[in-house]
């Protein structure tokens, strides 16, 4: 039962160029939603969130999309830079509800190549 | 999120024995979450901790997982007479009271401890 799905598990990029990695969720509790990034060997690191009561959240290179009504968000790393190499994890939670648990999704590994 | 200290970082174990994976948060937070990450999966919730409670532990396996925040000391995930498919990677991710439970842009992980069940 997975209610966070990350259907791409790679992706492959040229430096310079827009990363697009895409996330769908089943559960429309989920009001919150969060993206981490994951370097081999290392703990996740959050990257960027998003609420449901907003379409849009930007931190610099970094812009998380939310569309609630097909369920699915995406993030967009714009320029793509080599560094940015890493698994990028879409997470979820229901905070109205009590703050649930995270959920994760299996997560996409992104190279950009130079 | 170097401040989240987990050990040891990898932990070795023939099948039968018992694991003991440590986390020490960051300075100043006080819940201390346990994610379980298998082999081409995502993180799985485990286990939510408050110093000296178990606030959930809906994603801990029914037998041979314990998990305790003492209030001296780092948490401990402690698993009994460990299997093959225990392999797996143990993350443990830290926060600062009053910042709403999971759901934290403030909380950090750490560097996991990769258990190798042999």
């Known amino acids: 039962d997975q209610q966070v799905k990350q259907n791409s598990p790679s992706l492959s990029v040229q430096e310079g160029r827009i990363s697009i990695l895409n996330c769908d969720y089943t559960?429309?509790?989920?009001?919150?939603f969060l993206w981490y990034k994951k370097y081999p060997a290392e703990g996740p690191t959050f990257l960027i969130s998003?609420?449901?009561?907003?379409d849009k959240n930007e931190d610099g290179r970094f812009t998380v999309f939310l569309n609630k009504s097909a369920k699915h968000l995406s993030l967009h790393i714009v320029p793509s830079q080599p560094g940015d190499s890493a698994v990028y994890f879409c997470a979820a939670s229901a905070r109205e509800s009590g703050n649930t648990p995270l959920v994760f999704g299996k997560g996409t590994r992104l190279s950009v190549i130079a | 999120n170097a401040g989240v200290m987990q050990n040891p970082r990898h932990l070795v174990r023939r099948r039968g024995q018992e694991a003991r994976l440590r986390c020490s948060p960051m300075?100043?937070?006080?819940?201390v979450y346990w994610y379980r990450q298998l082999p081409e999966e995502g993180l799985k919730f485990m286990v939510y901790?408050?110093?000296?409670?178990?606030?959930?532990e809906s994603g801990m396996p029914k037998e041979r997982f314990s998990a305790e925040f003492p209030k001296e000391g780092p948490s401990i995930l402690r698993i009994q007479q460990v299997v093959r498919g225990d392999s797996a990677a143990y993350f443990c991710?830290?926060?600062?009271?009053?910042?709403?439970?999971?759901?934290?842009?403030?909380?950090?992980f750490g560097q996991g401890t990769r258990l190798t069940v042999v």
């Open positions: 559960n429309s509790m989920f009001d919150y």
């Open positions: 998003i609420s449901s009561i907003k």
């Open positions: 901790l408050q110093k000296e409670n178990i606030i959930d």
């Open positions: 300075k100043g937070h006080s819940h």
């Open positions: 991710a830290s926060s600062r009271p009053g910042t709403g439970g999971y759901v934290n842009t403030e909380a950090f």
